[in-house]
Nanobody, 120 residues
Framework: QVQLVESGGGLVQAGGSRGLSCAASGRIFSSNVMAWYRQAPGKQRELVAAITSTGTTNYADSVKGRFTISRDNAKNTVYLQMNSLKPEDTAIYYC??????????????WGQGTQVTVSS
């Protein structure tokens, strides 16, 4: 089992910045993907950014150039630096980890979510 604990959410003004972090613990394999998803009220959960254990990143078009995902493999922690925030970035942000576990079974884990509210 893997546990994911997010931190860093809160209220920020439009145009401001905010950083999120997510610490993973438990049975973590060296090859994995960590990501941030978000879900706004009345909308489906969507991918914000993802990063592999080797550092390859992927971003949603809506956050490219504004958000940066990074990770510290030694600490099993993933970060999301959010700049130039917009009211439409308001959502619950979820940390996600995907790995291939024992017996080559895919494992998916989610954090509890952290609220980010951007005021106009």
């Amino acid at each position: 089992q893997v546990q994911l604990v997010e931190s860093g959410g809160g209220l920020v003004q439009a145009g401001g910045s905010r950083g999120l972090s997510c610490a993973a613990s438990g049975r973590i394999f060296s090859s994995n993907v960590m990501a941030w998803y978000r879900q706004a009220p009345g909308k489906q959960r969507e991918l914000v950014a993802a990063i592999t254990s080797t550092g390859t990143t992927n971003y949603a078009d809506s956050v490219k150039g504004r958000f940066t995902i990074s990770r510290d493999n030694a600490k099993n922690t993933v970060y999301l630096q959010m700049n130039s925030l917009k009211p439409e970035d308001t959502a619950i942000y979820y940390c996600y980890l995907n790995q291939i576990g024992v017996r080559l079974v895919r494992e998916d884990y989610w954090g509890q979510g952290t609220q980010v509210t951007v005021s106009s």
